[in-house]
Nanobody, 128 residues
Framework: EVQLQASGGGLVQAGGSLRLSCAAS????????IAWFRQAPGKEREGVAF????????YCADSVKGRFTISSDNAKNTVYLEMSTLKPEDTAVYYC?????????????????????WGQGTQVTVSS
């Protein structure tokens, strides 16, 4: 069974940085599209960023462009989300999700309904 383990969340001051990790097991990430989503209190879950072997990377939320970087290490079977210049509005539970990649998926990459496998989430809290 495909498994995803998200980690790296924590409490950080505004302007600080965090690196989230999404460790995959029972499948190889180099065949899969992996995305980060987040859900803030009282809000719907939203796409943050996506990485896949066919398209590459895509940032779903304009608010994170230039501050967040998604990357992958196939040898470690792990996807990362480097977050810098964090703001209180980045406070949320961050989830990673996966689906076997296919041509054209980048069009749907920021829509959570497409993803088949989800990690358990990691809390990120940014204090002002």
């Amino acid at each position: 069974e495909v498994q995803l383990q998200a980690s790296g969340g924590g409490l950080v001051q505004a302007g600080g940085s965090l690196r989230l990790s999404c460790a995959a097991s029972k499948f190889a990430i180099d065949d899969y599209a992996i995305a980060w989503f987040r859900q803030a209190p009282g809000k719907e879950r939203e796409g943050v960023a996506f990485i896949g072997p066919i398209y590459g990377t895509k940032y779903c939320a304009d608010s994170v462009k230039g501050r967040f970087t998604i990357s992958s290490d196939n040898a470690k079977n792990t996807v990362y989300l480097e977050m810098s210049t964090l703001k209180p509005e980045d406070t949320a539970v961050y989830y990673c999700a996966a689906i076997q990649d296919f041509r054209g998926f980048d069009y749907y990459a920021c829509v959570e309904d497409w993803y088949e496998h989800w990690g358990q989430g990691t809390q990120v809290t940014v204090s002002s």
